[in-house]
């Protein structure tokens, strides 16, 4: 199976700043990658497919990048609903997996 | 609107079975894509299983042998049937529309998701 290794676990921002969140595969998993954005008590919301392409209705603040085993999830110009936890998804072959999360916290 | 609803969740006793199911709305499950992903107390998403649009079906590893995927076209519902359930099979369980791989390698995600139905296997 395909590990999904986030970092960090955890981060502490303020409103205004940007945040780069990590994605590693422990192999190639091409652009088959996804970014979620999930709230206490919801479910999860599609923000990024195939690693770098914007879901509609998301704000542009929120952009992908890389290919292959790296990857990365950027917030730029963090809002009070962006505070909750991120994930990625790898779908390059089955089974399906997810990284463990990383949570964003108000500093 | 496009809408899923899940149901069937419930309080289990280990080795028990269950049936969840999805009921879809907005779009028509037999032409598409559809997984489900569960959620253990505080922790993180683990993908369970998806059924593609030509009945190509795939597990993860802690389900297979255990856990059914099917849907009921007439219906337009997708269904998990859980056999002999475990203290860990405990989480909340979510379907999701799954958009699936174009050739060239671009994965297009989980777009539309249900709120979840839990799900608690305990003696």
């Known amino acids: 199976d395909i590990q999904m290794t986030q970092s960090p676990s955890s981060v502490s921002a303020s409103v205004g700043d940007s945040v780069t969140i990590t994605c590693r595969a422990s192999q190639n998993v091409n652009s088959n990658l996804a970014w979620y954005q999930q709230k206490p008590g919801k479910a999860p919301k599609l923000l990024i497919y195939a690693a770098s392409g914007l879901q509609s209705g998301v704000p542009s603040r929120f952009s992908g990048s890389g290919s292959g085993t790296d990857f990365t999830l950027t917030i730029h110009s963090l809002q009070p609903e962006d505070f909750a936890t991120y994930y990625c998804q790898q779908a390059n072959s089955f089974p399906y997996t997810f990284g463990q999360g990383t949570k964003l916290e108000i500093k | 609107e496009v809408q899923l609803v899940e149901t069937g969740g419930g309080l289990i006793r280990p080795g028990g079975s269950l049936r969840l199911s999805c009921e879809v709305s907005g779009f028509t499950v037999r032409t598409s894509h559809m997984s489900w992903v569960r959620q253990a107390p505080g922790q993180g998403l683990e993908w369970v299983a998806v059924i593609y649009n030509v009945d190509t079906i795939h597990y993860g590893d802690s389900v297979r042998g255990r856990f059914t995927i099917s849907r009921d076209n007439s219906k337009n519902t997708l269904y998990l049937q859980m056999n002999n359930l475990r203290t860990e099979d405990t989480a909340v369980y979510f379907c999701?529309?799954?958009?699936?791989?174009?050739?060239?390698?671009?994965?297009?995600?989980?777009?539309?998701w249900g709120q979840g139905t839990t799900v608690t296997v305990s003696s």
């Open positions: 999701a529309r799954d958009m699936g791989r174009s050739p060239k390698y671009y994965y297009y995600g989980m777009d539309v």
